[in-house]
């Protein structure tokens, strides 16, 4: 046998060994975690805290409360084909040409907090500096009162890269079941780097905790555990977790009441050849029942949740992607009742951008094309309109027309300063700091840490990056 062949052999090997392991994942027999969908689970590690204290509600001008739930990495047609899925889409307005911003996941989850993903093509550990501001900055502009959920999260403002828990489906074991690149909040320092932020980052055993108090926040996302939004199983894992956690919450008016907004979307498509149209639908008790088994192809993004936010409550902008004309359509229904006017896009139009592209685009996140961190369009017009929201010692000087021309820091052996970890975490409700081993942690494990890179930086170098980039924030 040639050593070619031998290579062919073990390449070939190596490659049934994965799809085998991948079919296994997939074929997971679903299992709750709890019982009933609103008790609270040893499997889910930390102990729940004290439900939610939230400021009085503020009156939307079509809803006043928006909770958003993000599944992973589906074809829009793959969703469709879905019974749970079709059956769901019967309660609401199904947006037929509703799109991710790019691939991987990571970036996804930062455009829809943010307005940009800052040239992110990785699933890395990604902390994101004080001055870039989210939609947390002008929800508490205006008292509105908000949270996250993060299944299988071990406690509250937990900043770890992932966690690994009980594996309580196959009743043995250890499983990883949480990864921060899901959480979106918690990638920016602004949120996270704030002990009264970061602790509104909470596991699903605070979830029961607010619902069963009857305080939820007016504005939510939620991120499933690895199994139940589908990155590790499939849509038909998906659809039993609706049927048990989902579905009752749709009947419960804890959760679903007659003012009560309701996301359900997908991250990105699986296929990443294809432009990036996820299966999103809109229902909840504050839908307008003729919109009900209905759909509406007007051209969205993720970028749209923040607009349709900002539109809602008449909030700031970000100055970012939530104020670009062809991005930030707002949902057709509620521009109808603030008076927003929709750019027209629509169905299969050719102005729908493609939407597929990654590792080429240059930003802070991306060390292949790196560039610093620019301020936000501070003139751009927000659909809420109120002002472009500035964050405390913002450097406006450095806009993105002006940005240098991209460094490739891979090719210097570096990394972006942004992957490294600030080390502080909240094991007991306060912030503290850790030193820094590795990107994974366990339940064993007293601690959590940020791993070595797997490229020596050279200190004075970094340094110069990192206050460089701090220098035009």
């Avoid at 027999?29 to 102990?47: D, L």
């Avoid at 052996?413 to 992957?419: C, I, Q, R, V």
Wanted: proline share 6%; net charge negative.
């Amino acid at each position: 046998m040639t050593v070619i062949d031998s290579q062919a052999l073990l390449v070939a090997g190596s490659l049934l060994a994965y799809a085998g392991s991948a079919l296994a994942a997939t074929a997971q027999q679903y299992s709750p975690p709890a019982y009933p969908y609103n008790s609270e689970s040893a499997n889910y590690t930390g102990q729940s805290n004290n439900s939610l204290q939230n400021t009085p509600i503020v009156s939307g001008k079509a809803f006043d409360r928006f909770i958003q739930i993000w599944f992973e990495n589906t074809d829009f047609e793959t969703a469709a084909s879905s019974q749970t899925f079709q059956n769901l889409a019967e309660q609401g307005v199904l947006f037929t040409s509703y799109y991710a911003m790019t691939h991987p996941s990571e970036p996804n989850y930062i455009a829809v907090a943010s307005g940009d993903f800052f040239g992110n093509a990785a699933d890395d550990f990604r902390a994101i500096p004080m001055n870039i501001s989210t939609i947390v900055d002008l929800l508490e502009q205006k008292n509105i009162s908000w949270a996250s959920y993060q299944e299988s999260m071990p406690y509250d403002g937990y900043t770890g890269y992932n966690y690994t828990s009980f594996d309580y489906i196959a009743g043995s074991g250890d499983y990883t079941y949480y990864v921060r690149k899901h959480n979106p909040l918690m990638i920016f320092d602004s949120v996270s780097n704030v002990t009264e932020r970061a602790l509104r980052i909470r596991n699903f055993n605070d979830f029961a905790r607010d619902l069963n108090a009857s305080a939820m926040p007016q504005w939510s996302f939620i991120t499933p555990n690895l199994v139940n939004d589908g990155h590790d199983t499939n849509i038909d894992f998906v659809s039993q977790w609706i049927q048990f956690w989902l579905n009752p919450l749709l009947a419960d008016t804890r959760f679903n009441d007659n003012r009560t907004l309701i996301l359900l979307t997908f991250d990105e498509t699986e296929t990443y050849n294809i432009n990036n149209r996820i299966w999103t639908l809109a229902l909840g008790g504050g839908l307008p029942t003729e919109l009900k088994n209905t759909t509406d192809d007007t051209f969205y993004t993720h970028y749209s949740c923040l607009s349709t936010v900002q539109s809602n409550w008449g909030l700031g902008s970000l100055g970012r992607g939530d104020t670009n004309a062809t991005l930030n359509n707002v949902f057709e229904f509620v521009a109808s009742v603030t008076g927003w006017k929709n750019n027209g896009i629509s169905g299969n139009s050719s102005d729908i951008p493609f939407l597929n592209l990654t590792g080429t685009i240059p930003g802070p996140l991306n060390p292949e094309y790196y560039v610093p961190f620019s301020a936000p369009n501070m003139n751009a017009t927000g659909v809420g309109g109120g002002p472009v929201f500035q964050g405390p010692g913002l450097n406006t000087a450095l806009s993105a027309a002006s940005q240098p021309p991209p460094v490739n820091l891979t090719a210097q052996g570096l990394d972006t300063p942004w992957a490294q970890n600030p080390g502080y975490d909240y094991p007991n409700g306060t912030q503290v700091y850790t030193s820094t081993p590795s990107a994974t942690t366990s339940a064993s494990a007293g601690s959590w840490t940020r791993g070595e890179m797997s490229v020596i930086v050279p200190a004075l170098t970094l340094l110069g990056l990192v206050i460089g980039s701090l220098l035009v924030l």
